[in-house]
């Protein structure tokens, strides 16, 4: 219960305190039986797929009324491959000696991200962590690498994690009180984006792709205003990302790809993100 409710007077009993009665009372077969559960408190029933609308619903409202609790209005989103290890690390993801060599050789943008963290998050204690907050998936590699930048310099930032058959627990630099956990992807996506003021995407695979071309398309087509949208790593974008031969195409339009700023260093980046907003 929060603070608000704890304090406002009603003659009707909280849901907590119901909750605590139903869950006292003798053990019988009418009260072992699912059916007297009460609704919220029945698990069998919150998983049915009727219920999905619901959970939906849950979804979004959990972490929006947490972070409108800490009063944060706007982040910096860091996406970018999990895959990723920092220098020096073990590049665990590698399926042959190739790949290998290519994580080794772009856990310098784990560094990157850490140090882009961490100019945000400097900027962000003006503010008192209301702005510019830092937001991941919450997961390793270049997540963990934003995570870790922003608790360089004391700061909060928010992970955004969801459930998936091969990952993944939350890196250990996320605040926990900002930790969050997902069903549905959809939901997750949103909460990226409502309070988005810069996307910083990093090397990564389908995933980051995903998250950057949903991006784009948002902005493309009018649904969320712009904002700076930052790729690190001119060479490696280049290569995966042909926005030229698109264009040429006519499949997106003349200067489309001008969405997008390529940088390769945290200050790079930062300095985009300054001179937009006139900071």
């Not at 619901?54 to 989103?77: D, F, H, N, Y």
């Amino acid at each position: 219960m929060n603070p608000d409710e704890k304090n406002s007077w009603t003659p009707l009993p909280h849901s907590d305190e119901d909750l605590k009665r139903a869950r006292s009372v003798p053990d019988t077969p009418q009260t072992r039986s699912s059916t007297y559960r009460l609704a919220w408190d029945d698990e069998d029933f919150m998983t049915r797929r009727e219920l999905r609308p619901v959970r939906l619903q849950l979804e979004l409202l959990k972490p929006e009324m947490a972070l409108a609790g800490r009063g944060i209005r706007s982040t910096v989103i860091l996406f970018g491959g999990a895959r990723i290890p920092e220098p020096g690390g073990d590049a665990w993801a590698a399926k042959n000696e190739v790949q290998k060599q290519n994580l080794e050789k772009n856990s310098r943008y784990y560094e990157e991200a850490r140090q882009f963290a961490r100019l945000c998050s400097e900027h962000s204690a003006k503010t008192y962590y209301r702005e510019y907050v830092v937001v991941t998936g919450g997961g390793p590699g270049v997540m963990e690498a934003g995570n870790r930048g922003a608790a360089d310099c004391g700061a909060p930032s928010i992970g955004l994690n969801i459930v998936l058959p091969h990952e993944q627990a939350p890196n250990l630099y996320v605040t926990p009180e900002l930790c969050f956990n997902f069903h549905y992807f959809a939901i997750r996506k949103m909460h990226f984006m409502m309070r988005a003021k810069a996307v910083a995407v990093f090397p990564g695979g389908f995933g980051t792709l995903d998250e950057l071309f949903e991006t784009l398309t948002l902005i493309q087509t009018g649904r969320m205003e712009r904002v700076p949208v930052i790729l690190f790593g001119k060479e490696f974008w280049h290569r995966a990302v042909d926005l030229g031969y698109l264009a040429e195409q006519g499949t997106i339009s003349p200067g489309d790809d001008e969405l997008i700023t390529f940088v390769d260093t945290a200050d790079e980046a930062w300095s985009h993100i300054a001179a937009f907003y006139e900071l």
